[in-house]
C-alpha cells in the first residue's frame, strides 16, 4: 500500500486533506505534528510521497536522506518553494510538486484586513471595549481615499491587492520584474520603478516570491527611501524584510505602521503555540513591543476555500504520483 508522511499536521490539515486522503483507504496515511528537519528526516522511511508546508526543511542534505529512504514525490501544499532546493531534487530524481494558485483573495484579502485593522487600530478598541473602556483617546487612524499605495510584485496576489486599494479609491504604484501594462491600465495603476514607488507610497504591500533578488528587499538603504510615517505590510515571505534594519526604523520612528503576515524567522514559532514558555527569538520579541506593529503568523492563506482547493490539488497530485501518471499542468516543479 503507498504510503504518505504528511508533516506539520494542524488541525484545520487534518479537517481538510487528512479527510480526503483518509478517504482512500488504498493509501497509508501518516500524519505527524512535527516539521520535517534533519533530526525527524527518518520518520519518512517507507514511504513513497511526502505532504510538506513552508516551514518544513528540504534542503540537499533531507533530499538526499528522503531519497535513500524511498521517497520519490514532494507533494507542497503551499505555493512558495523557496525553502526546497529544486536542482537537488532534480538530480535525485524526485518530483516536487505545490498548489500554484489555492485562493490568492485569501492572501489579499489578508493583506487588507491587517492594514486596516493596524490602522484604525481596531486590535486595541477591541481589547479596550471588552474591558469596558470606551475611550478613543490614542486610537486615531487616516483615511485610505487618496493615499498612494505601492505594490511590489503584480502576481496573482499582488494584483487582487492592487485591485482592492483602488476601490478604497487610492492611487495605486506598482513594481515588478514582468510588468502587464495592459492589466495596469485596465484597473487605472501605475507602474514604476521601485525607488519611486518606495518613495512616493504612504503604504508599501509586498508580493514577490523569496528568490536571491528579493531576499532583504527591504533593508535600511530601502527602508530609508520610505516616506516617513509610511506603512509597511508584508504577508509574502519573512526573508523580504531585514528584520533588524525595520526595528531600527522603527525606533527611530521612521515608519507609521508595520503588518506582517510572515517573519524572518518565523520557522519553528509560527504555527505553534509558544504562549506556555519564553519566546527565545529577541528580534520577534522587539517588534512585538511596538504599539504600530501588528503580527499574525502565517494565516493569510488560511480561509475554508483555500484549504479547499490546496486539498483537492495535493490530493489529486499525491494519486497521480501513486500512479506514474502525469501531475495536475501547471504544478510540478521537478
Ligand atoms: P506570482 O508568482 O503570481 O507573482 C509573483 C510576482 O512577483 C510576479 O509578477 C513576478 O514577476 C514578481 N517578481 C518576481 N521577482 C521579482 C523581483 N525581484 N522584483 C519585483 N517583482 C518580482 O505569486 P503569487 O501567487 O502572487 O504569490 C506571491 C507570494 O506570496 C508567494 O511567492 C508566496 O511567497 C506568498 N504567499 C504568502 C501566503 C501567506 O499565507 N502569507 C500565501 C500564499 C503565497
Redesign the pocket.
Known amino acids: 500500500m503507498p504510503a504518505v508522511a504528511f508533516y506539520d499536521t494542524k488541525p484545520y490539515d487534518r479537517e481538510f486533506i487528512g479527510a480526503a486522503l483518509a478517504a482512500q483507504p488504498e493509501v497509508e496515511l501518516r500524519l505527524l505534528e512535527f516539521r520535517l528537519t534533519e533530526e525527524s528526516v527518518e520518520t519518512a522511511r517507507g514511504a513513497q510521497a511526502v505532504c510538506l508546508f513552508?516551514n518544513d526543511r528540504v534542503d540537499r542534505p533531507i533530499l538526499t536522506k528522503l531519497k535513500e529512504l524511498g521517497v520519490r514525490h514532494v507533494a507542497l501544499r503551499?505555493?512558495?518553494f523557496?525553502n526546497v532546493d529544486l536542482p537537488a531534487a532534480r538530480e535525485l530524481g524526485i518530483a516536487v510538486t505545490r498548489v500554484?494558485?489555492?485562493s490568492?483573495h485569501?492572501?489579499a484579502e489578508?493583506t487588507l484586513a491587517l492594514l486596516l485593522t493596524l490602522n484604525r487600530k481596531i486590535h486595541r478598541a477591541y481589547n479596550r471595549v471588552r474591558e469596558h473602556n470606551f475611550s478613543l483617546a490614542g486610537l486615531v487612524g487616516f483615511d485610505l481615499h487618496g493615499k498612494t499605495v505601492g505594490i511590489?510584485?503584480?502576481?496573482?496576489?499582488?494584483?487582487i491587492t492592487a485591485e482592492i486599494f483602488r476601490g478604497f479609491g487610492t492611487t495605486v504604484l506598482a513594481?515588478?520584474?514582468?510588468p502587464?501594462h495592459d492589466w495596469a491600465a485596465r484597473h487605472g495603476i501605475t507602474y514604476a520603478p521601485?525607488d519611486t514607488v518606495l518613495t512616493q507610497s504612504d503604504i508599501v504591500s509586498l508580493?514577490?516570491?523569496?528568490?536571491t533578488?528579493?531576499f532583504h528587499?527591504i533593508n535600511a538603504n530601502t527602508l530609508a527611501r520610505m516616506k516617513p510615517g509610511a506603512y509597511l505590510v508584508n504577508?509574502?515571505?519573512g526573508k523580504l524584510v531585514e528584520t533588524s534594519a525595520l526595528i531600527n526604523a522603527l525606533k527611530a520612528q521612521h515608519l507609521g505602521g508595520v503588518a506582517l503576515?510572515?517573519y524572518e524567522e518565523e520557522e519553528g514559532v509560527f504555527f505553534e503555540d509558544l504562549s506556555g514558555g519564553v519566546l527565545q527569538d529577541d528580534e520577534l520579541s522587539r517588534l512585538l513591543t511596538f504599539p504600530n506593529v501588528l503580527i499574525t503568523s502565517?494565516?493569510?492563506?488560511?480561509t475554508a476555500e483555500a484549504l479547499r482547493e490546496i486539498s483537492r490539488v495535493t490530493v489529486e497530485n499525491l494519486q497521480r504520483g501513486f500512479q506514474g501518471t502525469d501531475f495536475l499542468p501547471g504544478t510540478q516543479l521537478t
Open positions: 513552508v503551499c505555493a512558495g523557496n500554484p494558485a489555492y490568492p485569501a492572501v489578508h511590489i510584485g503584480t502576481g496573482k496576489i499582488g494584483r513594481y515588478d520584474v514582468a502587464d521601485l508580493h514577490t516570491p523569496l528568490t533578488d528579493t528587499l504577508t509574502s515571505r503576515d510572515v502565517h494565516q493569510a492563506f488560511l
